[in-house]
Structure formats: C-alpha cells, structure tokens
Antibody, heavy 116, light 108 residues
C-alpha cells in the first residue's frame, strides 16, 4: 500500500524549532519529487516547500524562506522539514505529499501549534 | 504567482441533485489543474487532474472541465459521502503551486 506518515508535530513557543518527518512506503521514494503543504485552522491549503529526487533542488513559499529547510534521506525513504524561528502564523496541520504538481498521495498530517 | 479563485464559498445541495463548482485562474494555466476533496479531520484526496482526468479511485459521477482560466467540477448526483470541502490547484507555473480558497458542499 502506498503510504505517507508524518510525525514530529507538537506545541512549541514562538521562536522555537521543530523537525517534521514523513515516512514513505509502498512506492519507490527516490524517483519522486516531494512536497510539504500546510493548512491553518479553518483555512485552506498552502504549499510550503518541495524537493527534487536527489535533494539538489529545493523551493519554498516566501513566508518560510530562511526559516524552514526541506531535506530527504532516500536510504531511509524519509522526507523532513526543519522549522526554525517559528511564529504563531505557522500553526497548522502539515501534510507531506508526493510530487510537486499532481499531488496524488498525501499523509494524514501532523499538527504544529506555535503558542506561548 | 497565479491566484486561484473558487466560487461559491458554500454550496447547499440536496442528495441526488447536481452540484457545479467553479474555479478561475488569474492567468492561463492550460489544463494544469487538479481538484481535491477534503472531509473534516482528513487529508485532501486527489479527485481530478489535467482538468478532466479522474484519479484512479474517483467515481464517475465526478467530472471536470475547462482550460485556460475557467474550470468546473461537476458532481452529477450528490451522495452522502460527497458533502465535503473541494479545492482546486494549479500546477502550470510552480513554484509556487497555488490552491483556491475552497468550496464547502453542504446538505440542503
């Protein structure tokens, strides 16, 4: 079964850091671009970042540039999102998704709450 | 950045009726448009890509149309499991890929 499972979310104070992980299974992870998409409470979907197959290309939404870093470990079939200098407006459910364009597989998401 | 606009924000429909959802792009995106369904507490699920191609598990009552800047998702006969949020997404010019703000389909 093709599956993505996110982990690492939680409650963090403003200015703090968190590292999200996404474990992939059921498909050849190393041949796909991967993405992170977030959804603030009661709001719509917002693309956050994506990364190409070998990690040599990375793109970010302007609001997280310089604070978030996307990475991957193909040997571990895993995608990561290092989030630093977190702000209240980063509070959201974070989803990993397969592919940068037609996002055909999504994880169930992990919740990040930034609050003092 | 391409801005995606969906209409209406909320659509009230009776079971068995037809639902028509609209999505506009701020510039031409050819047919590089996807539709997602999202139920409360769940992840989005891909319904349609390429503006009109159903994803593997998408029932035939869902159909997509349009190209350029105007797109439509039609649900021919609403079933109870279809009451949800629907989002359109353009992937013609990325980054960033962008989503519409969503349409809630609720029971009338």
């Amino acid at each position: 079964e093709v599956q993505l499972v996110e982990s690492g979310g939680g409650l963090v104070q403003p200015g703090g850091s968190l590292r999200l992980s996404c474990a992939a299974s059921g498909f050849t992870f190393s041949i796909y671009w991967m993405s992170w998409v977030r959804q603030a409470p009661g709001k719509g979907l917002e693309w956050v970042a994506n990364i190409n197959q070998d990690g040599s290309e990375k793109f970010y939404v302007d609001s997280v540039k310089g604070r978030f870093t996307i990475s991957r470990d193909n040997a571990k079939n895993s995608l990561y999102l290092q989030m630093n200098s977190l702000r209240a407006e980063d509070t959201a459910v974070y989803y990993c998704a397969r592919s940068p364009d037609i996002m055909d597989v999504w994880g169930k998401g992990t919740t990040v709450t930034v609050s003092s | 950045e391409i801005v995606m606009t969906q209409s209406p924000a909320t659509l009230s429909v009776s079971p068995g009726e037809r639902a028509t959802l609209s999505c506009w792009a701020s510039q031409s995106i050819s047919s590089d448009l996807a539709w997602f369904q999202q139920k409360p507490g769940q992840a989005p699920s891909l319904l349609i890509y390429g503006a009109s191609t159903r994803a593997t598990s998408t029932p035939a009552r869902f159909s997509g149309s349009g190209s350029g800047t105007e797109f439509t998702l039609t649900i021919s006969s609403l079933q109870s499991e279809d009451f949800a949020f629907y989002y359109c997404q353009q992937y013609n010019k990325w980054p960033p890929t962008t989503f519409g703000q969503g349409t809630k389909v609720e029971i009338k």
